[in-house]
């Protein structure tokens, strides 16, 4: 089905068993000094486990002074090299073969990471990070060229199968590389070939250390996606260039921190939307390309290969939400793949709060040992009261350790809120996550009972061992007058299609619920108008994410109150509170409630002394985000 993904590929001297790589993504998991860990081990080792042809770790650095990331891994000394052997042994224990991305953030970092000022080719602050750093002596360029030769060698000396030296995203090789950082009149900019020499000398530099036969990578942006940025023009020529200095493979990503949307694009972005940049690269050089890029699916990875695009697919998050992605397409069972979202929570999300990744549709990411699914010692009857993504994945980990399972849901369906939460535009792949848990549960012989809502006299008859509680939450209706005109409904009635919405819609809250069930309608032909009593809106969005939601709602114009408290509903309107004096706002056909959720969960309370175990998940305990909501609905199925 897949012939083109599963046929060998070789970069340099290496062969792979397939054409599936697992590009490099930050994940926060060693030791502050550079040291990998256990969690950093397991992570890459369940992805060998899973069938990459080839994975490529994430950044290491090779200088101290030179991490972006507070807990990323480094090989700036040897005394690194042994931890990082253990890392490449248990890789190719599992079959897999392994690739050390080399990097420098330069001017993408700051001095709380660092502990003192960036670095860059010239002293322009990155719009992002807003620290003017230091401008680089010559003399400090040839020793940075040395340490990048330096930290490649460390690499194959701990295994590694070859490097892939991180020119891309805005990190210190491509400032030298773009007109848009780099101001030089040196030897190192000014010109095109000019601004091609730091990364000459660090590949002659790696070749001379780590021989000929150690293979290397570049990755570089296709385009930087920024006002005086390199375009694919510029990308073509170096790309020839790198050939020519004895580069074995070019890794096309795009953007640098001031579009960190490009290099992790949100939902919103389409599938495998910058193949071209590569399929355009792989014109000019005979060495193999890998593309990336919002590429979640064997058919589309397929169609990429077998069009002649690339050469390989690199694919970050699909291997975050399914580590066995690649085995799975391989046996056929496309059905049990987990495919990302493109929600960006735990993964963007946590990197830019400094925190360790994670995946909303796989808890176990970063947490292999920790969270693994063993057998229960003793077979029990569990009851999990509620069907949206929290109870079922308790209900899936409870069945996985063996328990007899009974799932609970009052509605004629399963997906709870989060059937929702797939409406709104570019959301379309949200439901993706329940069709899998539902595949799960049957698989598992979890019995489902649908129409059918657990009621503690259930519970005291059948006398299960243990209830998990996920019954989710309802909408707040808030107390202002006018609130219960027949105009008024909630965003739960208005999107799941209960109600009929009119032209002219006023949508009172302006956070995550609010602003995308505002963006749903306004793509579908309605007039409307956000009242938020705050002064931004959609600020619970992951940045990206935002960023193509605000977008959308201007292209659409979308009418936006802020710092406007809804003082009272009319039959055709709202009235507001801005700047100390009413204001009508309006006219509307329909007015949508969406100002939060309260938990359900009268079980608890009813259950409580009466079941052995009993365990409150999801929104149901309180109300957040379907990130925390699967994380606890898992951790439930593992604790029962």
């Not at 027949?486 to 995550?512: E, Q, R, Y």
Request: contains cysteine.
């Amino acid at each position: 089905m897949f012939k083109h993904i599963f046929s060998p590929g070789k970069i340099g001297r290496l062969e792979t068993s397939n054409r599936l790589v697992v590009p490099a993504m930050v994940a926060n998991y060693c030791t502050d000094d550079g040291r990998a860990t256990e969690r950093f081990i397991a992570y890459h080792e369940a992805k060998a486990k899973g069938g990459w042809g080839l994975i490529i770790t994430e950044d290491y650095a090779v200088d101290p002074r030179g991490k972006g990331f507070p807990n990323i891994p480094g090989l700036w000394e040897d005394a690194q090299i042994d931890g990082h052997a253990a890392l490449t042994k248990r890789v190719h224990n599992c079959g897999g073969k392994i690739f050390a991305q080399i990097y420098h953030a330069g001017r993408q970092t700051n001095h709380n990471i660092i502990g003192t000022q960036p670095v860059a080719p010239s002293p322009i602050p990155c719009p992002v990070n807003q620290e003017v750093p230091h401008e680089l002596t010559a003399d400090e360029i040839k020793e940075l060229i040395e340490k990048f030769g330096d930290c490649a060698l460390r690499a194959k000396k701990a295994g590694f199968d070859g490097v892939e030296v991180h020119g891309a995203h805005g990190y210190l090789i491509a400032q030298f590389l773009s007109p848009y950082s780099n101001k030089r009149t040196d030897e190192y900019g000014g010109s095109f070939i000019n601004r091609t020499r730091f990364a000459r000398e660090i590949i002659a530099n790696i070749r001379a250390k780590a021989g000929r036969g150690f293979p290397v990578i570049f990755r570089i942006s296709g385009d930087e996606l920024v006002p005086g940025g390199r375009n694919i023009e510029d990308t073509k020529a170096i790309a020839t260039i790198l050939e020519e200095v004895g580069v074995d493979a070019i890794h096309v990503s795009a953007g640098v921190y001031a579009t960190i949307e490009a290099i992790v694009p949100p939902a919103a972005v389409p599938h495998g939307w910058i193949t071209d940049l590569a399929a355009q690269v792989k014109r000019v050089v005979s060495i193999p390309v890998i593309t990336v890029g919002r590429i979640n699916d064997p058919f589309l990875t397929e169609s990429i290969l077998s069009s002649g695009k690339a050469d390989f697919v690199a694919m970050g998050r699909a291997s975050l939400a399914d580590p066995e992605f690649p085995n799975k397409a391989a046996a056929g069972m496309l059905e049990d793949i987990n495919y990302c979202i493109g929600c960006l929570q735990a993964c963007i999300g946590n990197l830019f709060k400094n925190e360790p990744i994670g995946c909303l549709v796989n808890p176990l990411t970063g947490r292999e040992t920790e969270l693994a699914v063993r057998p229960a010692e003793t077979k029990k009857r569990v009851f999990v009261a509620g069907g949206g993504i929290a109870g079922m994945e308790a209900a899936i980990v409870a069945a996985q350790r063996g328990h007899e399972v009974h799932l609970f849901e009052k509605t004629d369906r399963l997906g709870g809120e989060f059937i929702l939460a797939s409406i709104p535009p570019n959301k379309g792949e949200f439901d993706a996550f329940i069709v899998w848990q539902k595949r799960q549960l049957a698989k598992l012989g979890v019995r489902v009972h649908l129409n059918t809502e657990l009621t503690s006299e259930a519970v005291e008859a059948e006398k299960p061992d243990a209830v998990i509680v996920a019954t989710g939450g309802t909408p707040t209706i808030p107390n202002i007058p006018g609130v219960n005109k027949p105009n008024v409904v909630t965003a739960f009635d208005a999107l799941s299609g209960k109600v009929t919405v009119g032209h002219k819609v006023i949508v009172i809250g302006g956070g995550m619920v609010g602003t995308e069930t505002a963006d749903h309608f306004a793509n579908h032909g309605k007039e409307v108008t956000i009242v938020e009593m705050l002064p931004e809106i959609a600020t619970d969005e992951e940045a990206a994410v935002r960023l193509f939601l605000m977008r959308d709602l201007e292209k659409n114009k979308v009418k936006v109150y802020v710092n406007s408290p809804v003082k009272e509903i009319t039959d055709d309107g709202v009235i507001v509170t801005r700047e100390g004096r009413e204001e009508r706002v309006g006219p509307a056909d329909t007015i949508i409630l969406a100002i939060g959720a309260k938990s359900v969960n009268e079980l608890e309370s009813e259950l409580s002394g009466k079941v052995e175990r009993l365990i409150v998940v999801g929104d149901a305990l309180k109300p957040r985000k379907a990130l925390e909501a699967v994380e606890e609905g898992y951790k439930a199925g593992l604790a029962v």
